[in-house]
């Protein structure tokens, strides 16, 4: 494992008074190929006050971790910050995430140590300076397999690692182990025992991070947790027209759209605000099916259809963020999204005019004309096997046409505004606003694209009204 050069010298400090190991995600991220960039380590053989001493020369050190036996390094140099720890005990004292006691302790053996980790593949260490690493309970088989197995029976005393099963499956394309699946059923009543700011933690981390997302839910279906999210949940069971989608039903469906959207290349580019908004909106994009699909009539034959669901999930959308615990500006967008995610399929299909393309930009804000062509790409490469062909040249059209007009990372803002009524001899008044709210409608129907252009349409509309504004 390659190691940061002050890491390397806080651990030869360390190496003096202990048996530091590197343990944790960081090991288990290099031991699957991946760049390790958390880096953990645990020290056996020595106490707090000497782990203290010893890494003080190397930058700030926060011991708010004091009781829990974890020592925070910040490198003065380059920012990087590093926990140390003590081997540790740990028995459940009460409910929930936090109630446990925990008591370090250096002597514990490395298969003791280990075990108060969630999962097996979280449970191996590597020694940098044997290059041994430490396998108790064979977390380097179960990462072969890619199987997501709990390390001790323990692992149901903290409702919180079903969670972390479901984000780390879809991270790693992992499956659950029967017994480990049959634990997580049996604890699912604990759910209510989890602070907001936890579930939101961990649905943040699959939103980002999954190369296979769909693994994820399929996790909280197999445990039993699926039902604490009831708008995702009724998506199972939901039908769908063989024709349109031969995939299955709502839920199957959107497994599918969240991987496609997760192997495109513009998702994995993207900073990790946008790829959040990105997977919530495919994750949402058909919450308001369960409500609205019926069997009826179209064209003449008996089908499955939803109409109105783009309009009924936006609602739903938000309301599933704002109960998962997640930033409330991150509502609006995803909502915004899911209401216009088949906007290439309604109206015009052999073009999209000018105007119709900048109304789209201004409803989607803080969302984007790409951020929905994302979206409706992966939701058209979520029906396998039927060729999106034509859907994709219909959100290339869209996305071409939102390109010519700049409008394709923002939505059109007024030219018009009040102080140009000001500078034509206006009082500010209530009446600015409808004649504002008309010259934004304007711009957006082409009338004027620039400042000269938006003052001549003001002058003009002002001397047929031929009233004054104040």
Known sequence: MQLPADLRAMLNAVRRIGRPRLVGGGVRDWLLGLEAKDFDVEVAGADFELLHRALEPFGATDVVGRSFGVIKVRNRASGAEYDFSLPRRESKTGAGHRGFAVAPDPTLSDADAAARRDFTINAIAWDPFTGEIVDPHGGRRDLAARVLRHTSAAFAEDPLRVLRAFQLA????????????????????????????RVWHEWEKWATKAAKPSRGLAVLEETGWLRHFPEVAALRGTPQDPAWHPEGDVFTHTQHCLDALAALDDWKTSEAARRRLLMFAVLAHDFGKPATTVWAEKRGAMHWISPGHEPAGGPLAENFLRRIGAPLELAAPVGALVVHHLVH???????????????????????????????????????????????????????????????????????????????????????????????????????????AGGLAWLRSRLQETERPLG
Do not use: N
């Not at 879809?170 to 700011?197: K, M, N």
């Not at 969302?367 to 219909?394: F, H, K, N, Q, Y």
């Not at 000001?422 to 304007?442: Q, V």
């Open 170 to 197: 879809a991270r790693f394309d992992l499956t659950l182990a029967p017994e480990t699946t049959a634990l997580c059923r049996s604890i699912a009543d604990t759910f209510a025992e989890l602070p907001v700011e």
């Open 345 to 451: 399929h309604h109206g015009q299909r052999d073009d999209f005019t000018d105007a119709q393309v900048r109304r789209l930009a201004r409803k989607l804000a803080p969302a984007t004309i790409d951020d929905l062509a994302l979206v409706m790409t992966a939701d058209s490469l979520g029906r396998p096997p039927v060729s999106p062909t034509e859907t994709i040249a219909l959100i290339a059209k869209l996305r071409a046409r939102a390109h010519a007009l700049e409008l394709e990372r923002a939505a059109p803002r007024p030219i018009v505004q009040g102080r140009h009524l000001i500078t034509l001899g206006h009082r500010p008044g209530p009446k600015f606003k409808p004649i504002l709210d008309a010259a934004f409608e304007a711009q957006l129907d082409g009338a004027f694209a620039d400042e």
